[in-house]
């Protein structure tokens, strides 16, 4: 066998797992408003990425003498390769609070005095995903009975591997929540003049 050209290799046998799924992303949002008290509760999770895929096993038996030429043109080129983990999913909360206030109310037995609390109040919990983890590479095997010859650069006789694909990226937590007002108001109690 007689090869000429860039990256032109004699035997090329390559296994390769696929890549896991990227989880998926997930969004909350709330609002905590209006004249009474009021707590909002949100809470977005990311979704986990998905494992990769193991490589398969990889043999190259070859009885039969080659010459390559040219850049990278590897005699034989023998490939396991596991894939890599996905991503996990970003956790994002958007929320608004109009925040607290504390107002001056006349009871309604009609005693002086009395105060009343108004809360609104916004939790938020932003959580991103899990990255999954990369598979393994499988056993390669190559038996070569004849002579391989190259010529070229970074031009292998025989190149085997066996690689392990990488874990994936954890997603981010975000919280784009917005809380405004804190204010105080005081309701005036009306003096009935007698004439």
């Given amino acids: 066998m007689s090869t000429k050209g860039d990256q032109a290799i004699g035997i090329a046998a390559y296994s390769i797992g696929g890549g896991g799924g990227a989880g998926g992303s997930s969004y909350a949002s709330g609002t905590a408003s209006g004249a009474k008290g009021n707590v909002s509760v ?6 986990k990425g998905g ?3 193991a490589g398969g096993t990889v043999k190259v038996k070859n009885a039969g003498t ?12 023998a490939l396991s390769v596991g894939g890599g983990g996905g ?12 925040g607290i206030g504390i107002g001056k109310e006349k009871p309604k037995d009609g005693t002086p005095g009395g105060n009343k609390v108004q809360v609104k109040a916004v939790v938020d919990v932003g959580v991103g995903g899990d990255g999954a983890g990369g598979s393994n590479g499988e056993l390669v095997e190559v038996i070569n009975t004849k002579t391989v010859t190259t010529r070229g650069v970074e031009a292998r006789g025989v190149l085997a591997q066996s690689i392990g694909g990488g874990g994936g990226v954890g997603g981010g937590g975000n919280d784009a929540g917005c809380q ?4 105080q108001r005081q309701r005036r109690r009306e003096r009935r003049r007698r004439w």
């Fill in 42 to 47: 949100n809470v977005a999770v990311g979704g």
């Fill in 66 to 77: 080659i010459e390559t030429e040219g850049y990278a043109a590897h005699g034989i080129h």
């Fill in 51 to 53: 494992s990769g895929n």
């Fill in 180 to 183: 405004y007002g804190a204010g």
């Fill in 87 to 98: 991503n996990g999913g970003a956790g994002t909360v958007a929320a608004s609070s109009s």
